[in-house]
């Protein structure tokens, strides 16, 4: 008979998950932080080129319609904070199809949080305090890394002014990919992947920064103080090799946002994937004016993972993808 129904993670490793959830609830509760919870489905999906919303067809009120379930809870959240809630945290179930491994998983849980007033500064200090809760003890000292830097020192080349074709042949040649049709960013995200995330966060938090433009999501952009060139305002945490955080200066912008989401399908019609319905509440929601702040969203299945010292996210969760 087949064992299959078997939880991945064991009952002990479920307690201890729900004891370090209840320390996440309680550093939120200490700052003042209010809980929400959203809808897991919405009729707007993530645009992003590199996510692959999952969708379902609902009978609703006016009928069948296509519903997207949520790549993060971003998009509710944001509607919140129009409509006065000040700073607010949930752990979402989320979806990102395709995302099997050892630190994925098509559904998981994404700790979001969101801070009015915030600097870049000021949520980055307040993410590795979470982190350092949640493993119980200080992670090391804390790094601040130039994305542009990294490439320069594991690479040699510049991931601003490289030629197209010399960073399709340095991804092609150290991804074990043919990459010459894909495109500056598709290069970058394999190469940051592949040869620099490795190596971050081993001896205390690294913190990378002053992203390309081109990446900016849903985060505003500035010139970089010190070669002048636009960058996303946007930070990502690692430790121990593996990618927790990735924290916004919010785009409050609706003509910037809704430029961005156009160009964002444009780009997935360009590489033959399939459109997403744009959120058009959210852009209603930026309209009537979003107060300026940070915002971050973290894996919370990866963190735990770190905490417990397992080797994969379905060592953390009840049922993985692969048994659910």
């Known amino acids: 008979m087949t064992t299959d129904w078997r939880p991945t993670a064991s009952i002990e490793t479920l307690r201890e998950r729900a004891r370090l959830l209840a320390e996440v609830r309680t550093f939120f509760a200490e700052r003042d932080v209010l809980e929400v919870e959203t809808p897991v489905l919405g009729h707007g999906g993530s645009t992003d080129v590199h996510l692959a919303s999952l969708s379902l ?15 993060s809870p971003e998009f509710h959240m944001k509607r919140l904070l129009v409509a006065g809630s000040g700073p607010i945290f949930q752990l979402a179930r989320s979806f990102r199809d395709g995302e099997v491994g050892s630190r994925h998983n098509i559904e998981f849980t994404m700790l979001e949080w969101y801070r009015p007033g915030f600097s870049l500064d000021e949520l980055i200090g307040e993410t590795t305090a979470l982190i350092h809760a949640v493993l119980g003890r200080d992670s090391g000292p804390l790094r601040r890394r130039r994305y542009r830097e990294l490439f320069r020192e594991a690479l040699q080349l510049d991931p601003f002014a490289v030629e197209l074709d010399v960073l399709r042949s340095t991804a092609s040649e150290r991804g074990g990919l043919d990459m010459n049709d894909a495109g500056r960013d598709g290069c970058l995200d394999l190469l940051m992947s592949l040869v620099i995330e490795p190596h971050l966060g081993r001896e205390g938090p ?111 969760m009840a049922f993985s993808t692969l048994n659910c």
């Open 206 to 316: 690294d913190v990378v920064v002053d992203y390309p433009a081109s990446q900016a999501a849903l985060a505003r952009c500035h010139r970089d103080e010190e070669d002048g060139e636009w960058v996303a305002s946007r930070f990502e945490v690692y430790l121990d090799g593996l990618e927790l955080a990735n924290g916004y200066d919010e785009l409050t912008d609706v003509d910037e946002q809704l430029a961005r989401f156009t160009e964002d399908n444009a780009a997935r019609r360009q590489l033959g994937m399939s459109g997403v319905d744009i959120d058009r509440r959210l852009l209603a929601a930026l309209a009537h004016g979003m107060p300026a702040g940070s915002g971050v969203a973290l894996g919370m299945d990866r963190l735990i993972q770190l905490a417990l010292g397992k080797a994969s996210v379905a060592e953390v």
């Open 57 to 71: 067809l609902a009978t609703t009120p006016a009928g069948r319609a296509r519903l997207w379930l949520q790549t």
